[in-house]
């Protein structure tokens, strides 16, 4: 990132303004930490569709991991009965 700002800062001109630049490695570190996170669940013989956010299990989390007020934990939003995915 320091580069890249450094970089920028040299340029006389530049198409896209400072605020609008995307820091890919900030991006790409999040997006890591998330999947890393989620294994634990998509990994499991009845996970059948998860997303960025999300997994659709055939059996509840335990309760350690459902809270819908605690950050970083599941919020049970529906229980589905069947699904088309």
């Not at 490695?25 to 998330?34: E, K, L, N, P, V």
């Not at 294994?39 to 309760?63: A, G, H, I, K, M």
Request: proline share 5%; with cysteine; aromatic share 18%.
């Amino acid at each position: 990132m320091v580069m890249y700002l450094f970089e920028y800062k040299k340029r006389k001109s530049y198409s896209v303004p400072l605020r609008t630049l995307l820091f890919v490695q900030i991006a790409a570190a999040f997006t890591a930490c998330a999947r890393i996170y989620m294994y634990p669940f998509t990994s499991r013989d009845y996970c059948y569709y998860t997303d960025t956010d999300s997994v659709v299990l055939s059996n509840p989390l335990p309760s350690e991991f459902v809270d819908s007020n605690e950050l970083g934990k599941f919020q049970l939003e529906c229980m589905v009965k069947e699904a088309i995915f």
